[in-house]
C-alpha cells in the first residue's frame, strides 16, 4: 500500500509539470509530432508501475515511452501494432511443456514429411529463435565495443526497471545500452585531448547517455534540458541509479545553486538558467529531427553563444513529414542545411559523418575563436 501511495505521490509531480508546461511560450511545448504522442504516453505514465519502467509493452507510433528509449526495447511493437509475439503474457503458452512434447513429436514427424511442420505450433519454437538471435547480436556488439575500446566497458548498465538484458564479465547490459555506447564512442572519439567538464543534452529520453557520461567521466556535470513527460521518467530513472539529481522539486524551491549535483534537470521553459554557464558540450540526439523548425533554430541559436562544441545526430531531412496539424509527423521540418545555415557563423565542422544509407548525419561543431 505504501508503495502505491509513494508513486501515486511522484505522479502527481507529473500533472505538476504538465500544469506548468501549459502556462508557457509555445516554443518550449511539444511540436506537432510530439503533441500526437502525448496524450497516450500520459496515460501510460499514470498506470504503470514505475519501478519497472523498462519492462513496459509498447511500441513506436502508439503512444508509449519507447518513442524515447524507455520501456522493453527488445520486445518493441511494430508500428501501430498493439502486441508484440513474445511479451511476457504469451510466455506461459509458448513454454508449456504439453506444447513443447507436441512440437517435438511434429519435428520428429517432419523429418519424413514436411507437410507435418505445418501442424506445429510455430510461436513455441519461433520465442526461443528469436531470443537467439538477441544474444547473438549483444555478444557481437559486446565484442566490437571490446575490440574498438574496451574501457567503454568499464561503464555498464542498471537492471532497474527489470530490462531484458544480460550478464558479462559479471557486469549486466542490455542491447539498447551497448548502442548508446557505441554512440558514446561516436562522440568522446574526437575529445582525446580535450577536458569535457559539463555537458547540456538537449531531448536525453531516459538519460543512459548521461548514466554512460557519468560512469566513464567522474567529474563530468551534466545538464538535461527536455519536455515533461519524458523529462519526468529520465529522472525517475536517473535518482535511482543513485546519482545527486537537481530535479522538479529543486527547481520549485528555487533552488539555483548547481554546484552539489551529479545531473541538473531543467524543463524548456527554464532554458535562461543556462545563459550565463559556458558548455563545453552541447548534445543533441534525434530530437531536433522531430521539433518544428522554429523550435529547434531558436535551440540552436541559444546555445550556439556559450557551446564550445556542439554534437548533433540527426535524421537529414528531418523526421516524417504531414501536411496537417494534429496528424502524425512534423509540420516543418529541420533539416541538416538549416543547422549548418546557423552554425555557420559561430562554428566549424571538425567532424562530420553519413550513416544508415545517407538518411542521419553524426556531427560535431568547434567554436570559431
Known amino acids: ?78 508500428y501501430k501494432y498493439y502486441f508484440h509475439p513474445f511479451e511476457k503474457h504469451f510466455k506461459k503458452i509458448d513454454n508449456n511443456i504439453i506444447i513443447k512434447f507436441y512440437n517435438s513429436v511434429i519435428n520428429k514427424l517432419s523429418k519424413y514429411n514436411k507437410f507435418f511442420s505445418y501442424l506445429s505450433i510455430r510461436s513455441s519454437l519461433a520465442r526461443k529463435i528469436f531470443f537467439d538471435k538477441i544474444k547473438k547480436e549483444f555478444d557481437m556488439k559486446y565484442n566490437l565495443i571490446e575490440l574498438i575500446n574496451p574501457k567503454l566497458l568499464e561503464a555498464k548498465d542498471s537492471n532497474f526497471g527489470e530490462p531484458i538484458g544480460f550478464i558479462r564479465d559479471k557486469k549486466f547490459y542490455t542491447n539498447y545500452f551497448l548502442n548508446i555506447l557505441i554512440e558514446y564512442h561516436h562522440i568522446n572519439k574526437n575529445f582525446k585531448n580535450v577536458k569535457i567538464k559539463n555537458v547540456v543534452e538537449l531531448g536525453a529520453g531516459t538519460g543512459i547517455l548521461a548514466n554512460i ?88 541559436n541559444f546555445f550556439k553563444k556559450n557551446s564550445k562544441y556542439l554534437y548533433l545526430r540527426n535524421a537529414i531531412n528531418g523526421h516524417s513529414k504531414t501536411k496537417k496539424k494534429g496528424k502524425f509527423g512534423v509540420i516543418n521540418p529541420t533539416k541538416m542545411v538549416d543547422c549548418e545555415k546557423i552554425l555557420k557563423s559561430s562554428h566549424k565542422i571538425i567532424n562530420k559523418e553519413l550513416f544508415n544509407y545517407n538518411k542521419n548525419y553524426r556531427s560535431l561543431f568547434k567554436k570559431i575563436k
Do not use: C
Request: proline letters at 3%; aromatic letters at 14%.
Open 1 to 78: 500500500m505504501k508503495k502505491k501511495l509513494s508513486q501515486t505521490k511522484i505522479k502527481n509531480q507529473l500533472l505538476e509539470m504538465m500544469d506548468d508546461m501549459s502556462k508557457v511560450n509555445p516554443i518550449f511545448k511539444p511540436g506537432n509530432y510530439w503533441k500526437f504522442y502525448e496524450k497516450n504516453i500520459l496515460k501510460q505514465i499514470l498506470k504503470e508501475d514505475l519501478n519497472l519502467l523498462r519492462s513496459w509493452e509498447g511500441g513506436a507510433g502508439t503512444g508509449s515511452i519507447h518513442s524515447f528509449g524507455g520501456g522493453e526495447m527488445e520486445l518493441q511493437r511494430g
Open 213 to 300: 557520461f557519468l560512469q566513464l567521466n567522474k567529474s563530468v556535470k551534466y545538464f538535461i534540458i527536455d519536455i515533461p513527460p519524458t523529462l519526468f521518467i529520465a529522472e525517475y530513472y536517473l535518482r535511482n541509479l543513485g546519482y545527486r539529481i537537481y530535479g522538479y522539486n529543486e527547481l520549485k524551491k528555487n533552488n539555483k545553486n548547481f554546484k552539489n549535483f551529479d545531473i541538473i534537470l531543467l524543463p524548456t521553459w527554464k532554458l535562461n538558467l543556462l545563459k550565463n554557464i559556458n558548455i563545453d558540450l552541447f548534445i543533441n540526439q534525434a530530437s531536433f529531427q522531430e521539433m518544428e523548425k522554429y523550435q529547434s533554430l531558436y535551440y540552436l
